[in-house]
Nanobody, 115 residues
Framework: QVQLVESGGGLVQPGGSLGLSCVAS????????MGWYRQARGKRRELVAQ???????KIADSVKGRFTISRHRANNTVYLQMNSLKPEDTAVYYC?????????WGQGTQVTVSA
């Protein structure tokens, strides 16, 4: 059984930075990608950034140039570095592990960007 534990959310002022981490425990078979999604209040969940098993990355246009995704293979950890944060980045951020058989989701961590 794979479990995902996220950390690093919180409150930050506009223009500030935050880093999110997600540790995947358990045996991950046939990994396709690890990534981050977010869901703002009243909106649909959307992809923020994704890194594939061969380390190719995909970044949403809304955060391109501000957010960076990376991972540590040995520790099964995926990171999201968020810089130049804007109020519209406020959302619950979810870690995702996509395998051939199924998706796994973290419990979510709140990121609030406000003065």
């Amino acid at each position: 059984q794979v479990q995902l534990v996220e950390s690093g959310g919180g409150l930050v002022q506009p223009g500030g930075s935050l880093g999110l981490s997600c540790v995947a425990s358990g045996s991950i078979r046939s990994l396709v990608a690890m990534g981050w999604y977010r869901q703002a209040r009243g909106k649909r969940r959307e992809l923020v950034a994704q890194i594939t098993s061969d380390d190719s990355t995909k970044i949403a246009d809304s955060v391109k140039g501000r957010f960076t995704i990376s991972r540590h293979r040995a520790n099964n950890t995926v990171y999201l570095q968020m810089n130049s944060l804007k109020p519209e980045d406020t959302a619950v951020y979810y870690c995702n592990v996509d395998t051939i058989l199924r998706d796994y989701w973290g419990q979510g961590t709140q990121v609030t960007v406000s003065a």
